[in-house]
């Protein structure tokens, strides 16, 4: 039986385009943990940022993927970049199946999320530097919570896909 995949990695990655893809090629469900969390509150991401704080969003995101981590059936799970964060998503996140870091560059990143609205904790700052601190914060939890890792870099997301279609 085909097992749940979990994509982690940062905003930009293409955790989601890569992850409706894979679920189409897989028939299974593909499932947004931010989208998920957006239909509970049903306001946007920066709307939960605004009242609750990045705090009241990270509670919400645990409780969603502890929900979905007591579900038996597979599917392809998208998380929020900053998922990882949280030690209770990792084991969660683990528990659930085969873990996959989309991995791409800041430079990369940059082009893909220049003029972004929806990502709160990108607006009004140096986005680079922004970026870059982001990365050094978080790319070692990528790492380590991965089963996987697959450089998106340069490649469009077919080009990922097949990547991990092959490794599957
Ligand atoms: C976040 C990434 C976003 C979203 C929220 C916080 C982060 O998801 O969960 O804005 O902390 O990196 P994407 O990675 O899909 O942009």
């Known amino acids: 039986m085909t097992r749940t995949i979990v994509l982690i990695g940062p905003m930009g990655s293409g955790k989601s385009t890569i992850g409706r893809l894979l679920a189409a090629r897989l028939h299974i469900p593909y499932v947004d943990s931010d989208q998920l969390i957006v239909n509970h ?3 946007d991401i920066p709307t939960i ?3 609750e ?3 009241g969003f990270r509670e919400r995101e645990a409780k969603v993927i ?5 579900q038996a059936n597979p599917m392809v799970l998208a998380t929020g970049g900053g998922a990882v964060l949280d030690p209770r998503n990792r084991g969660h996140l683990r528990q659930m199946g085969r873990v996959i870091y989309l991995d791409i560059s800041v430079a990369e990143q940059l082009k893909r999320v ?9 607006q009004n700052t140096d986005l680079e530097t922004r970026l870059e ?4 914060q978080r790319n070692h939890i990528y790492q380590q919570t991965a089963h996987w890792r697959v450089s998106g870099d340069g490649l469009r997301s077919d080009q990922v896909l097949r990547r991990i279609l092959r490794h599957l």
């Open 41 to 43: 509150t049903g306001v």
């Open 49 to 51: 940022f605004e009242i």
């Open 53 to 55: 704080g990045e705090a």
């Open 66 to 70: 502890a929900d979905l981590q007591e």
């Open 114 to 122: 220049r003029h972004d609205r929806n990502r709160p904790l990108l």
């Open 133 to 136: 601190q982001i990365a050094r």
